[in-house]
């Protein structure tokens, strides 16, 4: 069924069945283009449309479970929208998710406001320490959340380090960059103002961004945890994407520290190691500017 495995197929139908009744059937399968890790695309069937997502079960092992709890932690907070877990299994070497099918559209209007205002929402949600209960993913990279008091720590231990030592012991990145960090890692207590420990999305770009039917945003794929809720704010600068109306927005709602563009510079080199990490050498130029600058104030 254009390009849908046989067993995969089959295995939905019948947990599909159990949720909504035997008379449900699998009408057809359109793959979506764009995922680097997992095949994904929308299946069509006698009870509507639903999203899936298959990857191999022993390269990301339980990747779908630990992303079926992110999105109904997400979920439960009723400050914006995430899509339903339908089911999680596992067939042959497959894993798979099935989620709620959103109809994305382009934003209009109040969407971007919207955001900010959900987003803050998100992050008035908050903890005693800084991490999770549980490890889980970033991209197709293992994400440690050791918890702990201190957010300057917790970054440091469970951000910085294990994907630099992953770069480092995988030849993508130079001894020196150990050094270069271990530098920067000294001046972070300055840098790094004190602050409660915030529910962040974890991997907040534009195309874990959606806009439903209803010109509301719908947030997918989190690497959830508690951290400095500035780090959402930095991802979203990353890439790009985001409307200048939704950063004037939430700066009004939550107020930043003085020092903010550095401090998100800081938080940035997380997802630029892990790019590094996944997609090699072409990220190396933007994380040595941000280590350029730091090592110029030091």
Not at 116 to 142: R, V
Request: charged letters at 20%; one cysteine or more.
């Amino acid at each position: 069924m254009n390009q849908l495995p046989t067993s995969i197929q089959e295995a939905t139908q019948s947990l599909l069945q159990k949720k909504f009744g035997n008379n449900l059937i699998i009408k057809s399968f359109s793959s979506s283009a764009g995922g680097c890790i997992n095949h994904g695309g929308r299946l069509h069937t006698s009870h509507g449309s639903f999203f899936i997502k298959w990857n191999d079960a022993i390269r990301f092992p339980n990747m779908f479970n630990v992303e079926a709890s992110g999105l109904g932690f997400l979920k439960n907070t009723k400050t914006i929208r995430i899509p339903d877990v339908i089911a999680v299994g596992e067939v042959d070497t497959f894993q798979f998710i099935i989620l709620e099918y959103i109809e994305s559209q382009r934003p209009t209007g109040t969407f971007w406001k919207s955001l900010a205002e959900q987003l803050a929402q998100l992050h008035a949600i908050s903890d005693n320490q800084f991490g999770l209960d549980h490890n889980n993913y970033m991209g197709s990279l293992h994400q440690r959340n050791d918890q702990t008091t201190s957010w300057t720590d917790f970054f440091i231990a469970n951000r910085l380090q294990v994907q630099l030592k992953l770069a480092v012991d995988s030849g993508k990145l130079s001894n020196t960059y150990v050094t270069r960090f271990e530098k920067l890692y000294a001046q972070l207590p300055s840098l790094l103002p004190d602050e409660k420990a915030s529910l962040v999305h974890g991997d907040l770009w534009s195309g874990n961004l959606l806009c439903d039917e209803q010109n509301q945003p719908c947030l997918i794929d989190p690497a959830v945890y508690f951290g400095s809720h500035e780090v959402d704010l930095a991802m979203t600068k990353l890439f790009g994407g985001f409307d200048p109306e939704f950063y004037d927005v939430f700066s009004a709602l939550s107020p930043a520290a003085p020092g903010l563009e550095e401090r998100m510079d800081i938080y940035n080199l997380y997802p630029l190691l892990v790019h590094v990490n996944l997609f090699g050498s072409s990220y190396i130029d933007e994380l040595d500017a941000i280590l350029k600058g730091f090592e110029q104030i030091s």
